[in-house]
């Protein structure tokens, strides 16, 4: 698996590596930009709050520079544990990045969050690049940009991670901030999460999308088993965990039509990303208490 992602290099330039932090509300276009950016699908993308639930680092390699991007979830509301889990996700990237991306769904512009985070990365002296995104929608593309009154950013840009307009000018901004250093991973990486991590979320972004309204978002996976050991075929065994009885009916569907459902549209993603054939196990259950326990949380990849 390689980037697709490159670009030209001044041969006397110093080669610059940085961590960059993907900030902003619920579907403001994160997960989209990062996956955009390696040229694959790593991070899970639905219409639903609560698609990215941590946080999740994808490598952009290109000439001359490295860019390790923090796909975040966006800011939560909450006391639960998986709440928690996702503000300090949150916190950790602020505090980590070397260059931040506050990103700001253009149809709904500027909000009095945005601004928090820009007091908060103003005091670790971040640059802050607030980017419009999803330009392409006709009512992204008429909304006026940059806001007026705001301060503290170094520069203000518009995207369309969909389409790739304004990404070259995005990374241009984001590689000229980054500090010189030599790249920490290998060319041809593109995260630092195990494989298995990434297929567990393919799963659950199929059920998310599977399952429509049917189910609150309190759903996950737990992936039991990842082998590899056939080069040709990856056997995979999953359980999609639900809260309670009446929920494990809704997501097997009748006859099992549901989670088959849910079982195919993953694979295909799982088998897009390995290159070669997957087999996938799945099966639904009940664990009241999966989103209650740190424990348990960190176990699923979510702490």
Wanted: glycine residues 6%.
């Amino acid at each position: 698996m390689t980037t697709r992602v490159t670009s030209e290099a001044d041969e006397n330039a110093p080669h610059r590596c940085g961590v960059v932090a993907l900030l902003g509300c619920p579907n403001a276009g994160k997960s989209t930009l990062l996956n955009h950016l390696l040229g694959e699908k790593i991070a899970a993308v639905t219409p639903k709050p609560q698609t990215t639930r941590s946080q999740l680092m994808g490598i952009v390699t290109r000439a001359g520079s490295q860019i390790l991007v923090l796909d975040t979830p966006g800011l939560h509301e909450g006391s639960k544990p998986l709440d928690v889990a996702m503000r300090d996700a949150v916190t950790r990237a602020t505090e980590d990045c070397d260059v931040a991306l506050l990103l700001v769904d253009a149809a709904q512009g500027f909000e009095p969050v945005h601004a928090t985070w820009l007091a908060r990365l103003a005091k670790r002296g971040v640059p802050v690049l607030l980017v419009a995104t999803q330009i392409d929608r006709p009512e992204c593309a008429r909304a006026p940009w940059p806001p007026s009154g705001v301060e503290g950013v170094a520069a203000t840009l518009r995207i369309s991670a969909r389409t790739g307009a304004g990404v070259e000018a995005l990374l241009a901004a984001i590689v000229s901030r980054l500090p010189e250093g030599p790249p920490h991973f290998p060319a041809d990486q593109l995260t630092d999460r195990p494989l298995r991590f990434v297929a567990a979320e393919f799963v659950r972004e199929a059920a998310f999308l599977e399952l429509s309204q049917e189910l609150p978002y309190r759903l996950a996976v737990d992936l039991i088993e990842f082998d590899e050991r056939d080069p040709k075929l990856t056997r995979i065994r999953a359980n999609l965990l639900v809260e309670r009885d009446s929920q494990k009916r809704i997501a097997i569907g009748s006859g099992g039509e549901r989670v088959r459902a849910i079982g195919t549209r993953a694979r295909r993603d799982i088998e897009q990303l390995l290159g070669h054939q997957v087999y996938l196990e799945l099966r639904v259950k009940v664990d009241p208490a999966w989103a209650k326990q740190a424990k348990r949380l960190k176990s699923l990849g979510y702490r």
